[in-house]
Each structure stands twice: as structure tokens, then as C-alpha cells.
T-cell receptor, first 112, second 111 residues
Framework: DTAVSQTPKYLVTQMGNDKSIKCEQN?????MYWYKQDSKKFLKIMFS???????INETVPNRFSPKSPDKAHLNLHINSLELGDSAVYFC???????????FGPGTRLLVL | EDKVVQSPLSLVVHEGDTVTLNCSYE??????LLWYKQEKKAPTFLFML????IEKKSGRLSSILDKKELFSILNITATQTGDSAVYLC???????????FGKGTLLTVNP
């Protein structure tokens, strides 16, 4: 029944590895987002897709690549992981490009 | 660059107290202001404000927006320990409706 779900919930990996985080929403929303929340709890937008089209691409290293196979899914692939990538990554969705965003439970990534 | 500033950054109160959390912003092409509550996991939506001077209310929580002075407040009356959380303010702005978050206010309500 979960509206916005993410997998995995926790990810512990070594520097230099490549990893993916998956997000799915069953709300019928058109727009999906990836946010990064650092250790100080600061939540910052990374990417946004509307109907599979990239509409927001903030200043994020190109090691991060989002992929939206359909409007219910938005995955995040990270190449060559670095220590500074350790954070909680939240997926969110909204009905359209504006309005209330609903967040997934987060994926806690720890890079060792 | 859009900016959202929340104050205070943290606050400790006793059950039953009333608290006021502040959010000021500087953005280009304001669309809306949203309040979220974040406990251990995902932020959960509280309010969305688009018009000045109209109070939104939900139980003991209420919020109002002043678009002239560029700020919003979130009030919580008769606080309970379950209100302990980080309260996030976010402003939606620009042609791409980007959401910019403040750093949050950590509220701790002691019994």
C-alpha cells in the first residue's frame, strides 16, 4: 500500500563501487524527484522528472545519473562512489510539476 | 540563488507550551510555501500556503504566510511529546517549480 517506496533502505558499500537506488510510486503522479539529505539534515533537490522528461538537474556530479523507465519509476545510479556521497537519499512524487510532494522512506547510503 | 532561512534552528519546550517557528525566504518567482514534519524517516506534509494572510489550521497546528514581508510562521499550541521532530519549510519557485528547503527547526518537547 506504500505510496512512494524505495529500495534498498540501507546501503553500505566501498569507495569506488557503483550502486543503484530504485523508487516507485503508485499514486498516479506525473512528477518524481531525488533529494539528498546530509548529516546536518539539509534536504537538497538533485533531479526532477515529469512524465519521464528531465526538468530539474541541479549541480550534481555527473557520477549521478537518474533514469525514468516510466512515470511511476525513477531510479538513481551512482558511479565511483565517494565518502562524501554518504547521506540519506529521498525519492518524492507530486501530481504535477507543482504542489505537494510526497516522500519515500529514504535510502541511507554509507560509503566506507 | 533561492534562499530559505528557518529560525530558531532548535528549540526545547515543555509539554503544554505554545511554539512559533519562523521561515523567511528570498526567491525568484514565488509559487507556494510548504511545511513538512520529519521524525525519524520521511518528511510528511503539513501545509501548503499560496495566499497572504489566510491561516491554515489542522488541529493544534496552524500556519500563515506574509508575501509582502516574505515569511511564514508555524504555530503549535499545547505541545505534546509526539510533536518532537524537525520541522522543514520549503518554498516552491521559478518556472520549474523547484522546491528549496530550509535547514529545519529541531523541536524537542519534554514531558
Amino acid at each position: 500500500d506504500t505510496a512512494v517506496s524505495q529500495t534498498p533502505k540501507y546501503l553500505v558499500t566501498q569507495m569506488g563501487n557503483d550502486k543503484s537506488i530504485k523508487c516507485e510510486q503508485n499514486l498516479g503522479h506525473d512528477t518524481m524527484y531525488w533529494y539528498k539529505q546530509d548529516s546536518k539534515k539539509f534536504l537538497k533537490i538533485m533531479f526532477s522528472y515529469n512524465n519521464k522528461e528531465l526538468i530539474i538537474n541541479e549541480t550534481v556530479p555527473n557520477r549521478f545519473s537518474p533514469k525514468s523507465p516510466d512515470k511511476a519509476h525513477l531510479n538513481l545510479h551512482i558511479n565511483s562512489l565517494e565518502l562524501g556521497d554518504s547521506a540519506v537519499y529521498f525519492c518524492a512524487s507530486s501530481l504535477s510539476r507543482w504542489g505537494t510532494q510526497y516522500f519515500g522512506p529514504g535510502t541511507r547510503l554509507l560509503v566506507l | 540563488e533561492d534562499k530559505v532561512v528557518q529560525s530558531p534552528l532548535s528549540l526545547v519546550v515543555h509539554e503544554g507550551d505554545t511554539v512559533t517557528l519562523n521561515c523567511s525566504y528570498e526567491v525568484t518567482n514565488f509559487r507556494s510555501l510548504l511545511w513538512y514534519k520529519q521524525e525519524k524517516k520521511a518528511p510528511t506534509f503539513l501545509f501548503m500556503l499560496t495566499s497572504s494572510g489566510i491561516e491554515k489550521k489542522s488541529g493544534r497546528l496552524s500556519s500563515i504566510l506574509d508575501k509582502k514581508e516574505l515569511f511564514s510562521i508555524l504555530n503549535i499550541t499545547a505541545t505534546q511529546t509526539g510533536d518532537s521532530a524537525v520541522y522543514l519549510c520549503a518554498v516552491e519557485a521559478g518556472s520549474n517549480y523547484k522546491l528549496t528547503f530550509g535547514k529545519g527547526t529541531l523541536l524537542t518537547v519534554n514531558p
